[in-house]
């Protein structure tokens, strides 16, 4: 049994490597100051993200719903967003990496109104069940990502029929949306697949470096949402705003909207999301 003497030596030498290589000239305010402006660490950035988890797979199925449906038409934006720079821009070699200034105008609203996204799911409940596997916390995930996505999905529909049906948006508007939306749906299904796993890879890359951001986490967001647009790498819920406006102009049918785009963004959403960084990042805090 470990001695009292050893503990308060154990404690003593825990203090020591904590302010080894200090200024001897810091005083004990100066010393607070710099270790509020620590940066966190990983297993201080996974307990945040696994808290928020938890009281997301803890919510009521309707509650995550009518929130996941508000995620949905705030992707309209996004694509709203582009089509009006694309318009507006000259016809030059750089317009599509301005243009995609636009792709985290509907992000910034998921993230700063606590909508619900299903890329952003993809990380968080991982986290809690890597934790502490259980059947019960797997039945929880699987509602959580099938509540949110089918409401990201009614959301995405909802824009997407409004802007083709309705006279919400200028003609102008409406047909650089339909040229974007042509070019982002022209891509084979195997390179859409590719490219969303890289996608759900920035988002959750995003989400996990989020709780660190503190007062920057706006620019964190248009950061690494504006990479996804400018990259041309596909996201299921964006891409889903597009594809059901397609679907509603009579270019593509429902059938190649939802299997030739919205499946395999899907999938590799999830891929990305899951493997690349939630089995990565819990690895940091596990003990060896």
Known sequence: MTSEHEKQQRKAEEKHDEHEGEPTTLDAHERKKVHEEEKLDAAVTHEVIRREAVKELNRA???LGWSG??????MGLSVMTIAALH????ETPWRHLVAALGYPIGFLAVTLGSQQLYTENTLRPIVPYMASPSRRMLRKIFVLWGMVLAANLVGALLFAWAAARTAILSPEVRHAMR???LENMSHDWATVFATAIVAGWIIALMVWMLPAASQSQVIVVI???WLIGAAGLSHVIVGAVEAFYLTALGDISIVAALGGYILPALLGNTLGGVALVAALNHAQVEPG
């Open 61 to 63: 199925p309707i509650s």
């Open 69 to 74: 449906i508000a995620g949905g038409l705030a």
């Open 87 to 90: 318009h507006g821009l000259p």
């Open 179 to 181: 040229t974007v939306a």
């Open 223 to 225: 950061v690494m949402t």
